[in-house]
């Protein structure tokens, strides 16, 4: 157990996808711990068969027999074949659940544009003057669309313990859905090598509540 600390350790952090901060990556999460468990369930299985016929080699099944035929089929065609059905029935409705999907009238939504260019993202905030580089403020319990531009080279927006990625690719404006639980500050990245400072080119993601947020929009005059 002391072996795992420091992998433990790891699960939490600015940028932990194991460490959701809204109902998206939560999503993903469950998703990615499910996979993990199943793989090394399935691992650990053909090591067990795998030292079992080393152990056994004399009264393994000779090839062509139907005993060899019946390993290929179950190891080979039904044991995969499951497993990627087991796979899609769980992923796609989570791929579905976590779109920027219409909300119900009524609902409070907010969206934003995020430009990016080497090595910095722009914030802009449609319907207001404000314009922030390298930060982006938003509401807790808000869906908040963000609109995602390129001005140079491909790019690509993340939020670990908000969604997942989307790539910024110039003349395309492509959207994703962020929703934090609670206030706190939380931390971006380019995740797609976009040149020599690609490292630096870190976002500042501040989620305040509702009341602050929305008394800071009317601290800045509209256009």
């Not at 999460?29 to 090591?47: D, E």
């Not at 934090?180 to 976002?203: I, S, Y």
Request: aromatic letters at 8%; glycine letters at 8%; a positive charge.
């Amino acid at each position: 157990m002391a072996a795992l600390l420091p992998w433990l350790s790891a699960c939490t952090g600015p940028q932990s996808i194991v460490d959701p901060a809204g109902p998206a990556a939560r999503t993903i999460a469950t998703l990615w711990w499910a996979m993990l468990i199943y793989a090394t369930v399935s691992l650990l299985v053909v090591a067990l068969l795998w030292w079992r016929g080393l152990r056994r080699r004399d009264a393994a099944p000779r090839l062509g027999s139907p005993g060899a035929t019946r390993w290929i089929l179950l190891g080979g065609v039904v044991w995969p074949t499951a497993s990627v059905a087991v796979l899609l029935a769980f992923g796609m409705p989570a791929g579905h659940r976590i779109q920027a999907l219409p909300v119900p009238d009524g609902t409070p939504h907010l969206t934003v544009d995020v430009y990016a260019r080497q090595w910095s993202w722009t914030v802009r905030y449609p319907g207001h003057t404000i314009t922030l580089t390298d930060e982006l403020r938003m509401p807790a319990g808000v869906p908040v669309d963000v609109r995602v531009h390129s001005e140079d080279v491909i790019h690509s927006f993340w939020v670990p313990r908000l969604q997942g990625k989307v790539d910024a690719i110039p003349g395309r404006v492509n959207v994703l859905r962020l929703q934090a639980d609670a206030p706190g500050e939380l931390r971006g990245q380019c995740a797609e090598f976009c040149g020599l400072d690609h490292a630096r080119m870190v976002l500042r993601v501040i989620v305040m509540t509702p009341d602050d947020f929305n008394q800071w929009l009317k601290d800045h005059p509209r256009p």
